[in-house]
């Protein structure tokens, strides 16, 4: 069993709708949680991180961090053509390297 | 602006050579990783470094050597190229303390024949 994981997709929805996209994970002792969103053929970028549980919002983007199912989920409102990427979550504990899911792959059909 | 660039972008080569991926970084950062990423393994990670002279294996480092001899480049070199090792290769740097966040560079394609 992988220590994180991530449903690849891909996940197409039409442009406005609400995009939910979620990580597992087994390793209770993570405390950092972070998306990056990765276009296509280029280097994945950082997009929210947050430390524990609780919720994090930055504009369009909500991520949510639930330790005790643990379950995160990163919340796109109002979707965009631009927001077409593939979306990796990542952890960490302590002074640990990051580990990562292996991305889902996310279209905003126009 | 600070940046990380990798080169090549674009790599053929052929089993049994040696190879080395350039990375370098300006933003002056202590920490440099080297991923790659495939389909269904999601980024791996190879080799790091925490400054310069230090360097550590990763969850998949055989066949793979680092060294860092300053703190803006971190070269990745292919002993012995295998097709195994075909894959998309990145650099990313980041500030000590800070493991969270990490910028990462534009990728090499590097295809083994």
């Known amino acids: 069993q992988k220590e994180v994981e991530q449903d690849p997709g891909p996940l197409s929805v039409p442009e406005g709708a609400i995009v939910s996209l979620n990580c597992t994970y087994s390793n209770s002792a993570f405390q950092y949680f972070m998306w990056y969103r990765q276009y296509s053929r280029k280097g994945p970028e950082l997009l929210m991180y947050t430390y524990s549980s609780g919720n994090k919002e930055d504009g369009r983007f909500t991520a949510q961090v639930d330790k005790s199912s643990k379950y995160i989920s990163l919340f796109i409102r109002d979707s965009q053509p631009s927001d077409s990427a593939t979306y990796l979550c990542?952890?960490?504990?302590?002074?640990?390297?990051?580990?990562f899911g292996t991305g889902t792959r996310l279209t905003i059909i126009p | 602006d600070a940046e990380i660039t990798q080169s090549p972008r674009h790599k053929i080569t052929e089993t049994g050579r040696q190879v080395t991926l350039a990375c370098h970084q300006t933003?002056?950062?202590?920490?440099m990783f080297w991923y790659r990423q495939d389909l269904g393994h999601g980024l791996r990670l190879i080799h790091y470094?925490?400054?310069?002279?230090?360097?550590n294996k990763g969850e998949v480092s055989d066949g793979y050597s680092v060294s860092r001899s300053n703190t803006e480049d971190l070269p990745l070199t292919l002993e012995s190229a295998a097709s195994s090792q075909t894959s998309v290769y990145f650099c990313?740097?980041?500030?000590?303390?800070?493991?969270?966040?990490?910028?990462f560079g534009p990728g090499t394609r590097l295809l083994v024949l």
């Open positions: 933003w002056n950062h202590n920490n």
């Open positions: 990313a740097s980041g500030t000590s303390g800070v493991q969270e966040t990490q910028y």
């Open positions: 990542a952890m960490l504990f302590g002074n640990e390297k990051l580990t």
């Open positions: 470094s925490y400054g310069v002279h230090d360097t």
